[in-house]
């Protein structure tokens, strides 16, 4: 381990703690963490302490009875560390996954010039790295944007490769630029007290990390693979009490190999580790893809670990590009070179969800809960495979950043992007009309809390969801539609029916018309009695009841505008109202003063894209998204 003994963190430092200047502002901090379980946090990070520090020192014991060494290489050379052991004497290996990202996730798109007028480049944006050795942080493509957040014990490619597709500016080779290239980076020595470190940085207001690592395949038989086991709990853990804490994790590189894994399931049930967090964003690996076109254009990676998990739920989540992705190398300052691997898929999620947490702060004046992003991520994503919706190897299908901002920016019009909370006994319903042209898709996603560990079961099919949710869309006066959700059998086609499992629900509706009512609401009884949970709907008409008529504060158009805006007030808005007018960056253009029941605004030298009309009269504040061409 790479400490004599895991620091234990005092819960008054644990409060205290505080970024470095490579982060998000204190004000925005503030926000992020306003509704972390600060206290639950500080125990888990005691816990997991504890945990690794005896189960380590167990491992040691038994390596020096057996031989067992504390490192080796596997047989592509990568890095294999002893971890600890597993409650049979099994010893764990910790390894890396190492086996144009922006152009398969469509990142490229929120980039200045690409065409949304969001110029998103990650500036300002925090991005944790764990990994098996530290991000070299000299390396021009980076450079002042990266720190190391703990013990230093050295540079590794991998590392650094990670750290480039996340955020590397592109210095002396314009195709090593990242994701998110103006983002900052802490970078942090995985194999030994990541989950401690993770919950003082998600304590701390860390948005985002990257786990591009997991355990080598190991000799202790079945039960692993698809287990929902120990490393998957904390992590469902650590995201519930930090509600807008996103990990994003590799799902493994254990498919084609020779030997087999897990053979009797012909590449199914692959995913092991953190990989079978219900919270993550569990990532496989495709080759890259410069023009969707339809799934024919996606080609799976032969290495990439394939799901469900034993409960049958959708993992990996989302693909990107892992296959010959070229970024910096540790090398030296100026080294680049080429990696594949799930874990070279990891980052490109990770950077365009830093992006999306931009752009919805740049939007709305807070970051997203991780729910919305994870709903976001799956509502989005592009068909892969040979089936409608989500399969075992591409989970939802490949990143589409540029479908999920739009759906940010649409928010208010024609889509509706909102947090709530579901009460016992009380379903939430929503009338929305069909535009007729695209397809109706509607998505529910929550952070659940922690299941039960599996401690060796082969094939555990119990559930580890605990709270219930569902949703349902129903055409008024006609049919209801169901959730997707896994057959029974793994190599069967994705069916829509009652999902009892997962907590990502997504409706969609082809050939949709008229009007339709969602429905959330849950099974059994809720833990505490109520669930935060996060609604994501696309294909709809701007008046499909996305604001409720008696409550409007204003109206505005024409939207589309070219050179003038018109704010009308509706009869009973009492007092003086105010009118700001903010770009996608969230800066003021324009303000008015209304003391009469309309105000037109001059538009006539502002650029085009999209912007954000905002009214305030007395306490009440709403806004509305406008297009100005």
Known sequence: MKKNTMRAVLLAGFFLAGFSALAQTAEQRKLIVKDNNL??????EQEQIEFRTSNYAEALRLAGINGWPLEKKGSWGERQRLMGVTED?????????????????RANKLHPGGGMGLSLTGQGMLVGVWD???VRISHQNFGDRVEIGDSFIGYGDHATHIAGTIAGGGTGNAAARGIAYEANIRSFEAFGSDTPEMIQQAAQGML?????????PFSAGTAFWGAYWSYAKILDDITFNAPRYQPVVSAGNDNNQNPANNPSKFGYDLVNCYATSKNAIVVAAVHGVNNYTSP?????????SWGPTDDNRIKPDISAKGVAVF???????????????????APGIAGSCILLQQHYNNVNGVFMWSSTLRGLVAHTADECGDWDGPDPAFGWGLMNSQKAAQAISDNGSVSIVEEKQLTQGQPYTRTVTSDGVNKLVATISWTDRSGNANTGTVDLSTPVLRNNLDIRVTKVGGEEYMPWKFADFMADAAIQGDNNVDNIE???IEGASGEYVITVSNKGTLVSGAQNYSLIVTGIEETAGIEDTASRMFNVWPNPADDQLTVSLPSGIEGEANVQLFDIQGRVVARESMSSPESTINIDGLSAGMYIVSVTNGSKTQTKKVVIK
Not at 296 to 304: D, G, K, L, T
Request: avoid cysteine.
């Open 39 to 44: 206290e639950e946090l500080a125990r888990l």
């Open 89 to 105: 004497g099994v010893p764990l290996y910790f390894t890396n996954y190492n086996l144009g990202a922006a152009i398969t996730t």
């Open 132 to 134: 098996g050795e530290q």
């Open 208 to 216: 985002v990390s990257n786990h591009s690592y997991g355990f080598t």
């Open 296 to 304: 024919n254009s996606v080609q799976i990676a032969n290495f990439s």
């Open 327 to 345: 970024s910096s190398y540790a090398t030296n300052d100026t080294a680049y070179g080429t990696m594949q691997g799930t874990s070279m898929a």
């Open 506 to 508: 997504k409706v969609e």
